[in-house]
């Protein structure tokens, strides 16, 4: 589903120093259906790796193919097109769009479906509903996000995230900004989501109970892998 | 392009921001209201006089002459009449004073004497109605303007003493074709029956006459006429006007007026569209956090393009639809305030075309200046969901290098449709673009400079409240545009008013003449000089008048050039006027040389040529220069001359200025008359010298300066009223967008505000700040518009009115402190979020993300 070759990443510094290496040479490969997490400590590039996978930004050197396109080879508008077609996102600040309601910020990724995908109005409604029901919001959808609290708020983030039926879901510290138990909640939803659709899911975080959840574990130290495998 | 997804969020975005957006577009409302107001009002006054140009001439063709029609003239037009089987009607024109028996008083008037059955189209009313055929009788009866009557304290039944006939005034004129509104009260009109002309004596050699002929004809009659005759009649030197061409002088001398109107408009449209772009601006950075979300969820820069666009689109509708609405009611309201100055009747109406015109000009620019500052959300980062502080690297600036190119040709096409000349057009677009750019940099360099500036022993709320003006997402740039640009408007029109007005004054003071009397004849002179004498009146000038007529300029004879049909207008006039010439070897102090030099007494005076000065316009006209040789008609008598040199002369001041002057010994045997420039302070000894004037000499005429100014005065009221509503839509214009801004600052500056109190500053420190802000920018902005008025103002005083500028401090100085307050409070009630819960309003802020 996903891999990566000699996965680099750079950024100039305006000092005249060397470039800063956010990324150092990442090989890894995942396969359709695994949950895997990225771990690692602030600083360590796990968002600049999640970054790269999704095609949200472009590497240095080295190679991302997701789920058989080369990302190198499209450019951002038809890498915005393979996200709309085949990629969900959870973000840790939750990043619904504050002018819609809940229920409309599920539609979203429906409405950005290529036309032969996408469902019609009557379709894509009874989804987003369906959806928003799943995460316990079906009497909330008529809410705007400073309506809602943090938790009700990624509760419609994950709703968001697998509107489109994405074949992989890449979600950025999900728990991060919310306490303990709320945090266990929406880990609970996002994986059983997760389990009933059958996505691939990419989670990078610094939390080792989370990440313990995962499958596989992938640990990363100043931009290079230190570890993968299940966390003991 | 995903057209579903475009709509469906340009749809939810108009919902949450539409009321932004169109408080936005409201911004350029107020400018399309005025220039909706001004083309519908140019659009009923066009469309009148095109329905009425025959009876405002009140024939088909108009013969203008200053002499009788010479007998080919009258075979000609005999020729043609018999042909049509119509009448044709005469109207002989002359200024004289006019007594009123009753009174005592006297006022110079618009003599005209009727013959035939004028109108011949239209009519003319009376008050009572039905009197105008009793002008044709044999008893001597007048009709008048009733502003005359009120000017002679007289009223209907009264006697006229007009030079030496005796006419009673028999009713009033409410209407009659060919004058209107204000132009009545510079000259009052008197109808007589033109069988008693002769008998009041007032023709005479050297009297300043128009004699016009009135003809209608079936146009398959006239048109062959006109184009045989035209240049046989001309030559003759006498004008020929038709009714398009009567209509196109009245279009184009209103015309003037309305674009001028229409320019002042323009100018509040472009502060608006600045408004627009400054709020989008601010706009497209709270949505720059949205964009990047739905960029990684895959929308496509072209789809969120659109879909902004479509908003775009949204506002633009916005300001044209309420700018038309608004406009409506300018076009209702216009025709009232500008009543005097129109040359037809116009019913306040509202004129569709321009409304639609005024729609699509909203649309087009609000979409325009919008566009911009929104092209910058196609280049959102998707990277930018994930880091909120990544922040692409600049794209191509092509489209938008092509918006600003756009913007500036609309513009520039607006200014050049909009101005009465093309020059006018380029000058006015060159100096919004000066003032607006001028603005924009002192408002960078006073930035710069507070940054500079140390405040460290100053109270926090000082330093805070100045330093927002140069922080980022300041609104410095929009608020100096905003009301800098209004005031800017406002004080120069009102600097330059008041020093033509004070010119006015100067010439009127306490050393200038006051009274003009014409028409003197050569036995008169010592009389009436006498009397001015005896009166108290200080004669300060005297000048003698000869009546003359070009005889030949440039080695061609003057019937032959007129003979040519392309002929330039101005050289067409200048050969076919009637000069007044004078003589002199003396050269006047209000005139100055620009080229040759003044003849000295023994200068080849009495040989030929003889020299003389030409006016430079005149020259100009004439296209001669010194050393040039003309002839002149002097009643009879060929005059061979040669230009000596050329004059400015100050056409402003209450004096006599010649186009020619002779030197002394040549045209002291001519007819003349003499033309006395006199200073008497007592109003009301001035009017008894002139009563008294007619009735010793009744041929002689009176011009009080005083009269006249009163008519320049309504004049000028009349024009004021309309420019003050034009500078007053723009200064709303600026408050719009200063309210705007300050609705904008506040959404800017509130998480700010919310931090300052979650961290314990009191509401009273968090408003200090806000206020010290709103206060720095509404000064700064006073003081730049002000500054840059006074050097416009300046500029055009002396280089286009060429006075002396005498800046009004008071004035100024009150409109300067009253836009600050107003600007203070406005920017300052913006951003009260002072006594607000913090952490209700944090919250708000973070999510509506305006942290």
């Known amino acids: 589903m996903i891999r990566t070759r000699n996965l680099t990443q750079r950024y100039p510094r305006a000092d005249g120093k060397p470039p800063l290496t956010v990324l150092d040479g990442v090989d890894l490969d995942v396969n359709s259906g695994e949950v895997i997490a990225v771990l690692g400590p602030s600083g360590s590039g796990k968002t600049t790796l999640l970054g790269l996978l999704a095609g949200l930004d472009q590497p240095s050197e080295g190679s991302v193919c997701l789920d058989g396109a080369d990302l190198d080879a499209l450019d951002e508008d038809g890498r915005a097109a393979l996200r709309a077609a085949r990629v969900g996102f959870v973000f840790q600040t939750f990043q619904l769009l504050p002018t819609l309601t809940a229920f409309e910020n599920v539609l979203v990724p429906l409405e950005l479906l290529p036309a032969d995908r996408a469902p019609g109005s009557a379709e894509a409604d009874r989804r987003a509903a369906e959806l928003l029901g799943r995460v316990g919001l079906g009497d909330r959808m008529d809410h705007y996000p400073a309506q809602l609290s943090g938790g009700e708020q990624q509760r419609v983030g994950i709703a968001r995230a697998f509107a489109n039926q994405p074949r992989i879901l890449f979600a950025d510290e999900p728990t991060g900004n919310l306490d303990r138990e709320t945090g266990r909640e929406i880990a609970d939803l996002l994986f059983e989501l997760n389990r009933e659709i059958g996505t691939t899911l990419v989670i990078v975080t610094h939390d080792h109970e989370l990440a313990r959840r995962a499958g596989r574990v992938v640990q990363l130290d100043t931009g290079r892998i230190t570890g993968d495998g299940p966390l003991p | ?851």
């Open chain 2, 1 to 851: 392009m995903n057209g579903r997804f475009i709509v469906a969020m340009a749809r939810r975005e108009a919902r949450a921001s539409g009321r932004r957006l169109a408080l936005y577009g409201s911004c350029m409302a107020l400018g399309i209201a005025s220039l909706v107001g001004v083309h519908g009002l140019r659009t009923s006054v066009s469309d009148n006089v095109s329905a009425q140009a025959q009876r405002l001439l009140g024939a088909d063709l108009r013969l203008t002459s200053r002499a009788p029609f010479e007998p080919e003239v009258e075979a000609t037009v005999a020729g043609l009449t018999e042909a049509a089987g119509t009448a044709s009607a005469r109207i002989t024109r002359f200024g004289s004073m006019a007594l009123a028996e009753a009174s005592g008083r006297t006022r110079l008037a618009d003599i005209n004497g009727i013959d035939g059955p004028y109108p011949l189209y239209g009519e003319i009313r009376t008050e009572p109605p039905g009197l105008y055929e009793r002008l044709a009788g044999s008893e001597p009866v007048a009709l008048v303007d009733s502003s005359l009557l009120i000017q002679l304290d007289a009223t209907v039944g009264d006697h006229l003493l007009l030079g030496l006939g005796r006419f009673q005034v028999i009713g009033t004129i409410t209407r009659a074709p060919g004058t209107f509104g204000l132009r009545t009260q510079m000259a009052p009109r008197v109808f007589i029956g033109g069988q008693h002309v002769e008998a009041t004596g007032l023709i005479q050699p050297g009297s300043l006459v128009s004699y016009l002929l009135f003809l209608s004809a079936p146009e398959a009659l006239l048109e062959p006429w006109i184009k045989t005759e035209r240049s046989a009649i001309a030559a003759a030197r006498v004008g020929v006007e038709t009714v398009e061409e009567y209509q196109e002088s009245l279009d184009q001398s209103f015309g003037v007026l309305t674009r001028y109107l229409g320019l002042v408009g323009l100018a509040a449209l472009a502060l608006g569209g600045i408004g627009v772009a400054a709020g989008v601006r601010v706009f497209v950075r709270e949505k720059l956090d949205s964009v990047a979300v739905l960029r990684s969820l895959g929308a496509q820069s072209r789809d969120v393009l659109a879909c902004y666009g479509l908003l775009a689109l949204l506002l633009g509708g916005v300001a044209g639809c309420v700018g038309s609405g608004l406009g409506v009611g300018v076009q209702l309201l216009l025709p009232r305030l500008v009543a005097g100055l129109l040359p037809v009747q116009v019913q306040s109406g509202i004129d569709v075309a321009s409304i639609v015109t005024g729609v699509g000009l909203g649309l087009w620019l609000a979409t325009l200046f919008a566009a911009g500052p929104l092209l910058d959300l196609g280049r959102v980062p998707p990277l930018r969901a994930l880091r909120r502080d990544f922040v692409a690297a600049p794209g191509p600036q092509r489209g938008r290098a092509l918006l600003i190119f756009a913007l500036g040709v609309s513009l520039l096409a607006a200014s050049l449709w909009q101005a009465p000349s093309p020059l006018v057009g380029l000058s006015f677009a060159g100096g919004l673009a000066a003032v607006l750019t001028l603005l924009a940099g002192a408002a960078a360099a006073a930035a710069a400079g507070l940054r500079k500036l140390r405040l460290r022993g100053a109270p926090y709320w000082l330093r805070q409240g100045i330093a927002n003006l140069f922080r980022p997402r300041n609104h410095t740039l929009a608020t100096t545009l905003a009301i800098g640009f209004g005031l800017f408007l406002v004080s120069t029109l009102h600097a330059v008013q008041f020093n033509v007005r004070q010119q006015f004054a100067i010439d009127t003071g306490s050393d200038r003449p006051n009274l003009i009397l014409f028409d003197v004849q050569p036995d008169q002179v010592a009389e009436v000089e006498g009397l001015l004498e005896e009166r108290g009146a200080l004669i300060s000038d005297r000048a003698h008048l000869i009546s003359a007529r070009l005889a030949g300029v440039g080695g061609r004879e003057a019937a032959d050039w007129l003979l040519d049909e392309t002929l330039d207008k101005n050289f067409r006039w200048a050969l076919r006027r009637e000069y007044r010439l004078t003589y002199s070897d003396v050269q006047r102090d209000s005139e100055l040389i620009v080229a040759g030099s003044w003849w000295q007494p023994a200068d080849g005076a009495r040989e030929e040529p003889v020299p003389v000065s030409l006016e430079a316009g005149i020259a100009e006209a004439l296209g001669v220069r010194v050393g040039d040789r003309v002839s002149w008609d002097i009643q009879g008598v060929r005059v061979e001359s040669s230009v000596w040199s050329l004059r400015e002369v100050d056409w402003g001041r209450f004096a006599t200025n010649f186009f020619v002057t002779f030197p002394n010994g040549v045209l002291e045997e001519a007819p003349q008359s003499t033309v006395l420039v006199a200073r008497l302070d007592d109003a009301n000894a001035r009017a008894e010298l002139q009563r008294d004037l007619v009735g010793l000499f009744p041929n002689v005429s009176a011009l009080d300066a005083t009269v006249i100014l009163n008519a320049l005065d309504a004049m000028r009221r009349e024009m004021n009223k309309a420019v003050r509503l034009m500078a007053a839509l723009t200064l709303a214009t600026g408050l719009v967008i200063l309210i705007a801004a300050a609705a904008t600052a506040r959404t800017e500056r509130r998480r700010e505000g919310l931090l300052l109190r979650t961290m314990g500053a009191s509401s009273q420190m968090v408003r200090r700040v806000m206020t010290t802000e709103a206060v720095a920018l509404a000064a700064l902005a006073v003081a730049v518009g002000t500054g840059l008025s006074i050097v416009a103002a300046w500029a055009t005083v002396r280089f286009v009115f060429e006075l002396p500028f005498d800046p009004p401090a008071i004035p100024l100085l009150a409109l300067a402190a009253a836009t600050l307050l107003v600007g203070s409070v406005l920017g300052a009630g913006g951003r009260a979020d002072a006594h607000r819960r913090p952490l209700a309003a944090l919250r708000e802020a973070e999510q509506t993300g305006a942290a």
